[in-house]
């Protein structure tokens, strides 16, 4: 899953504490177009990028209390400038890094996190007299944070750095280094979400969390904000905010009934989250953020799965035939999503210790399809009895992506009544997991 496209890539968080705050120092690559580049591709060797191994140090973020100073050694930038390294450092930035203690905590064992930076070139600026300007983006794997972060190169005579003796050139972007040989960035922009993923039941509602930061005073009032879903190869445009001045009402444009952005909360919190509500099948997919200001736009994306669990019943088929009733045993999945669901069947005669799977005598029904988008499916097992004698335990396992762990439903084969044949006694014993809903955040 990490290696999909060639573009995710695992790096290594170290923390430390210097000045007032503590610098976090991320292992990252920075990505370029691979034509003519002819650096190491991705995997499969056919990858248009090539990946340069990077270093981002964000200086002085905000301590939490329970950062043990021990634990954590100062970081340094190298003893000798080498004009062949890639050092990202931001120093202390106007601009707040969201949840930073996150990065702070995410340990190299536990959490990975993924750092990639590429040029960027925003638009209208011009590049003979602009900063050079770069897209960041660090995702702590597993759920946390997510940021998307537009860096700028500051000028080496505004951070009293000596502009007598020439400085170090980056080789590989011809970028003027610090003495210390890192390139001096700052965070001019960012949009962030701290949840990637969100899982809803049918009919539920759910807030997909998107949010920016700017640098105070923001450099123009005017920001649009366009929230688009794409699922399956197609998109549609979800909602568009645009506001114009701060203090006018935004002009918020809903293309998706039962979406909404609170457009107080954007304005005061620069917090541009959707919220959706009454959730169907067809709204499930990928939700993009896109937030533009000034030059920079900017995006993040937030899974939305929906998962419904199965109704799981049993029931014996009252099918008639000369010397055996009932023969056939149904076990019944109502009304899921998304689609793959496994039934499996067991017995347990009387005289065995272990569960027998049984595969032979087991058919599927098809898949039906409702109108809201669910499914059901039925299993049917014909019983041979004289394999599993009277007391013999049957049992139907359902596993389906909403729960931890498979339903149960299960019945004891009884001896036949004097005058009749076999009948069966529905032991419904119904596992408790039936209607848990497994969330993966
Ligand atoms: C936005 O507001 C919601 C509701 O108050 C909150 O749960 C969420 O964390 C906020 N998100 C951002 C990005 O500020
Ligand atoms: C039931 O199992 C017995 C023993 O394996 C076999 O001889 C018989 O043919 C089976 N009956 C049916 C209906 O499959
Ligand atoms: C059948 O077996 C399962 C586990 O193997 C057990 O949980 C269940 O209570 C049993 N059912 C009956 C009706 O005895």
Redesign the pocket.
């Known amino acids: 899953m990490l290696f999909t496209v060639g573009l995710l890539v695992i790096g290594c968080v170290a923390a430390s504490v210097s000045g007032f705050g503590a610098d976090v120092v991320l292992s990252c690559f920075l990505v370029e177009e691979g034509e003519g580049m002819g650096g190491v591709g991705g995997m499969g060797g056919g990858s248009l990028f090539s990946r340069t191994p990077a270093t981002l140090v964000l200086r002085d973020l905000p301590t939490t209390p329970d950062l043990s100073p021990d634990t954590i050694t100062p970081y340094n930038p190298p003893k000798n400038p080498d004009p062949e390294n890639l050092i990202f450092e931001a120093k202390a930035t106007s601009l707040e890094i969201p949840e930073a203690d996150q990065l702070l905590h995410a340990d190299c064992n536990e959490q990975e996190v993924t750092c990639e930076i590429s040029q960027y070139f925003p638009q209208g600026a011009q590049k003979s007299t602009d900063p050079a300007y770069f897209m960041g983006s660090v995702q702590l794997e597993g759920g946390g944070i997510s940021l998307t972060l537009v860096l700028q190169t500051i000028s080496l005579e505004n951070e009293g750095e000596t502009s007598t003796a020439s400085p170090l050139i980056q080789s590989k972007l011809n970028l003027p280094l610090s003495q210390s040989g890192t390139l001096l960035i700052e965070v001019a922009f960012l949009v962030f979400s701290q949840t990637q993923s969100v899982t809803t039941p049918i009919g539920g509602d759910a807030v997909l969390d998107c949010g920016f930061k700017l640098q105070d005073p923001p450099p123009v009032e005017e920001m649009v904000l366009e929230w688009r879903l794409q699922h399956r190869g197609s998109g549609r445009r979800v909602l568009e905010m645009k506001v114009v001045k701060t203090e006018e009402e935004p002009i918020v444009v809903v293309e998706t009934e039962g979406s909404s952005v609170d457009p107080a909360l954007a304005l005061r919190e620069r917090n541009v989250s959707l919220s959706l509500r009454q959730l169907k099948t067809s709204d499930e997919g990928t939700y993009i953020c896109t937030v533009s200001s000034g030059l920079f736009q900017a995006q993040q994306v937030v899974q939305l799965h929906i998962i419904q669990a199965p109704r799981v019943s049993l029931s014996v088929d009252k099918v008639m035939s000369r010397h055996e009733l009932p023969q056939r045993v149904s076990c019944h999945c109502e009304r899921y999503y998304p689609l793959d669901v496994k039934v499996e069947w067991f017995a347990l005669p009387p005289a065995v210790s272990e569960p027998i799977s049984l595969s032979k005598?087991v058919s599927l029904s098809s898949h039906r399809q409702y109108g809201d988008g669910t499914f059901s499916i039925s299993s049917h097992l014909?019983l041979?009895?004289?394999?599993y004698p009277p007391g013999t335990n049957i049992t139907c396992h359902v596993s389906h992506l909403s729960m931890d762990t498979p339903v149960a439903l299960s019945f004891t084969v009884t001896a036949p009544e004097p005058g009749s044949s076999y009948l069966m006694v529905l032991g419904l014993l119904a596992a408790s997991a039936l209607f848990l809903y497994q969330l993966l955040r």
């Not at 041979?384 to 394999?387: C, P, T, V, Y």
């Open positions: 005598d014909i041979n009895h004289s394999l």
